[in-house]
């Protein structure tokens, strides 16, 4: 595909100048997208330019974008311009750059649905859907950190009813399409845990895992949501940037006399995730009322 030409007006002023510069005239946007006002800096209008080249295809996924002298000449704009472009095209999770390699346009988020089942108290069966679709895709532990008092350790104690002496701890990473998608954390009034069951990189599904070796059955007790920024450990285990938005799922599993049994706290990549309410088994044409969904 030829590249993507839009006529604006450059920094220079002269109609002559109009091909593939970016101008003080309005940028102009292909398909739905509103045309920019005057005021929108510089470097924005050249992202947004860049953003509409790669919407079109002219640069794929994994495609390397043009470096900073060949954007620069190109669109008329100093290199740093092309520099501020580019960071604003990474924060918003379209372009990787790699220090030393060059600029890649990522490929599109894949958006895992968690399902959140409003209608009762069914049983805790875990984390991960019973069919994943790839052998590298599932749940594995990453260590059991002692509990030494952390706040997180704090408010398990405290949602458990019990001392931070009296709880073990278990950290695992779930991945999904073959990249990190949540770290989790699990806390029970249980110890010590069987050496097997928190070896690094063990796979299992560890609500399941930790019911047995408890011998108790889990059901549900209630779950909240929230939103925090990657810790710099969540973010090197999901491999993202630290500060990026992080979906908080936390809460409490039960025994079937509800006694507090388990504590979880999973933070889940907000980039490739989305949850869903389900308020209805099934329509009459037979279809799901929504996305077939893991659930995280």
Not at 156 to 162: D, F, N
Not at 165 to 181: F, P, Y
């Amino acid at each position: 595909m030829p590249p993507l030409q839009v006529g604006i007006v450059d920094l220079r002023g002269g109609a002559g100048h109009a091909r593939g510069s970016v101008g003080s005239g309005a940028l102009r946007r292909i398909g739905r997208v509103a045309t920019n006002p005057p005021s929108t800096p510089l470097y924005r209008r050249l992202a947004r330019q860049l953003q509409e080249r790669i919407d079109a295809g002219t640069y794929p996924a994994g495609a390397r974008l043009p470096s900073e002298p060949e954007l620069s000449a190109e669109f008329g704009v100093n290199r740093l311009t092309v520099r501020q472009a580019v960071a604003e095209l990474e924060r918003a999770a379209v372009v990787e750059i790699r220090r030393g390699v060059g600029t890649f346009v990522r490929p599109p988020a894949v958006r895992v649905s968690i399902a959140v089942d409003p209608r009762s108290q069914r049983f805790d069966l875990g984390s991960v859907h019973s069919a994943l679709p790839d052998a590298d895709d599932g749940e594995f532990v990453v260590g059991a950190p002692p509990v030494a008092g952390s706040p997180e350790d704090e408010e398990a104690a405290r949602q458990l009813g019990r001392e931070t002496a009296e709880l073990s701890r278990v950290d695992t990473v779930i991945r999904l399409g073959g990249r990190a998608r949540a770290a989790c954390s699990y806390w029970m009034p249980f110890g010590p845990l069987p050496a097997d069951l928190v070896r690094p990189g063990r796979p299992g599904n560890l609500v399941l895992d930790l019911a047995r070796a408890a011998g108790v059955e889990l059901e549900y007790d209630w779950r909240a949501f929230g939103a925090i920024g990657a810790d710099l450990a969540d973010a090197e285990l999901l491999g993202v940037p630290a500060g990026t938005p992080l979906l908080v799922r936390e809460g409490v599993s039960c025994t079937p006399d509800g006694t507090p049994a388990l504590y979880v706290r999973r933070r889940i990549d907000g980039s490739s995730a989305r949850f869903v309410l389900n308020f209805r088994e099934s329509r009459q044409d037979g279809a799901q009322p929504g996305p077939q969904p893991y659930g995280l």
